[in-house]
Structures are given as C-alpha cells and as structure tokens.
C-alpha cells in the first residue's frame, strides 16, 4: 500500500504535512511565508515560520496552531479586512514551491 501525502496549496505554495519539525532550525521573526509572483505575500496570523532552503523545492517549515493563511487573491474574502483568509489544520508543514508539467518538464506554478 502507497503511502498518502496529506496537503494542501495555497497560491504557489504547497503545505505538505509531516510528523516533526527538523532540529536545528531557527524561528523567523516575520509572519511573511514568501512573496508571491506579484509581490502579494503569503503571511499567517499566527503559528511559525521556519525559512530554510532544504532543496529547490523546499523552502521551510510551518507549525500551525489556529492559523490563518492570508493573501490578497487567495480564500475566503472577509468584510472589513483587505486580505482574504484560509485555514490550515494544526500540524507540523513543509513548505514547497508548487512545480506543474509543462512539455515535458517541470516549470514553477506562477500564481
């Protein structure tokens, strides 16, 4: 039987859940996962941010605890806030670029 990946996208990025933080890492200081293709960030309200470049896909680390993930273009519009939210359940994330197969190769997803 395959193993199943459980995750989820959010714009360009890819929340891919896993079991534990890797050791060693440092917390970020910044609620901005990364900045879009057109300069909107993708930040959270809460939780942490863990920016690391493991490969040329992955580019960190969330832990979730009632988190918000907020865009300009992304989720469920919200009156009286500029940014649009989505969820995430609580859990441990690896953060990837999402690739998607163009003529035969693997091209970056441009949000």
Request: charged content about 30%; overall charge positive; cysteine-free.
């Amino acid at each position: 039987m395959k193993n199943k990946i459980k995750g989820y996208r959010h714009g360009e990025i890819a929340f891919v859940k896993i079991a534990k933080l890797p050791e060693g890492l440092a917390k970020s200081e910044s609620k901005v996962i990364i900045e879009g293709s057109h300069k909107n960030s993708h930040s959270i309200n809460q939780g942490e941010i863990y920016i690391i470049k493991v490969n040329e896909f992955v580019f960190g680390y969330l832990v979730a605890k009632n988190t918000k993930l907020l865009h300009l273009e992304h989720g469920k519009i919200i009156k009286g806030q500029e940014l649009r939210e989505a969820s995430i359940p609580n859990g441990v994330y690896e953060l990837r670029k999402q690739q998607e197969f163009i003529n035969n190769e693997l091209k970056p997803v441009i949000d």
